[in-house]
Every structure is written in structure tokens, then in C-alpha cells.
């Protein structure tokens, strides 16, 4: 990079979007937005918790199945709350239960949902949004 595309990087909007997908609305804490970012855990934390006592799917990936990889991802989008399960607690759902299909969705939806916050965070510190 040269010196004038170096010093127009927004480092401070990535580092606030590496931190919103660790830890799910902190960076809306970090931009002074706490009363979206309180509400924003509420909805992530709730999808992993419903997920996870219905006995949902944590995705990983499945050689010879490619889809698998975007699942995986989906997943992973939900950041800390992941690899505490994943790697914490070695969750990875049970299958035989009834509601096993029902709390994937959750845990893939709480994924999905947070990396909507992170664009939100970059929109916000980037100044396009207000």
C-alpha cells in the first residue's frame, strides 16, 4: 500500500468489526450506541441460547459436502459464542432429538444475525450511516 492509501484506511471501523463479530454488539457499545447494541445481544445471545437448549446443530465442515463450508461460516459468524461451544463445552447438538432441526436454525440464524451487526458497525464507523 502507499503512504496516502495507508493513512485513508479505516483501521479504527476494522478493528470496531473485528471486535463486533468476537464478542456480538460490541462494537454498537464501543460507538456510544448502547441502547441498539443491549437490544442486538438480547436478539443474538437468545438465538444461541434457544439453539443450544433445543439441541441444535453447530456446523462444521463435512469432506465431500461443499455446502457444508458455507454453513460452517454461517456459523462461525457468531464469533466468541461459537468457540465456547464448539471448543469450550465440545458441543455439536444432538440429532436424534425432536426439536434438532428447529435449533440449528437458531444457532445459524444467530451467526447470520450478527454479521449483519458487524456491517451495521462498519456503516456507522465509517460515517454512512448515522
Known amino acids: 500500500m502507499t503512504e496516502a492509501a495507508t493513512a485513508k484506511f479505516p483501521w479504527r471501523a ?10 456480538p454488539s460490541s462494537g454498537h457499545f464501543a460507538l ?13 445471545a437468545g438465538a444461541v ?37 464448539r471448543f469450550g463445552f465440545g458441543y455439536e447438538g444432538v440429532a436424534e432429538a425432536a426439536t434438532y432441526e428447529y435449533g440449528t436454525i437458531f444457532l445459524l440464524s444467530a451467526g447470520l444475525m450478527n454479521l449483519l451487526l ?4 462498519w456503516d456507522i464507523a465509517t460515517g454512512r450511516k448515522e
Open 32 to 44: 456510544g450506541r448502547r441502547g441498539r447494541g443491549a437490544i442486538f445481544l438480547a436478539v443474538v
Open 49 to 85: 441460547t434457544t439453539g443450544y437448549l433445543l439441541s441444535g446443530n453447530l456446523f462444521q465442515v463435512v469432506p465431500g459436502q461443499p455446502l457444508s463450508i458455507l454453513a460452517t461460516l454461517g456459523s462461525m459468524a457468531m464469533g466468541l459464542p461459537y468457540f465456547v461451544l
Open 14 to 23: 476494522t478493528l470496531l468489526c473485528l471486535a463486533a463479530w468476537l464478542v
Open 118 to 121: 458487524v456491517l451495521d458497525v
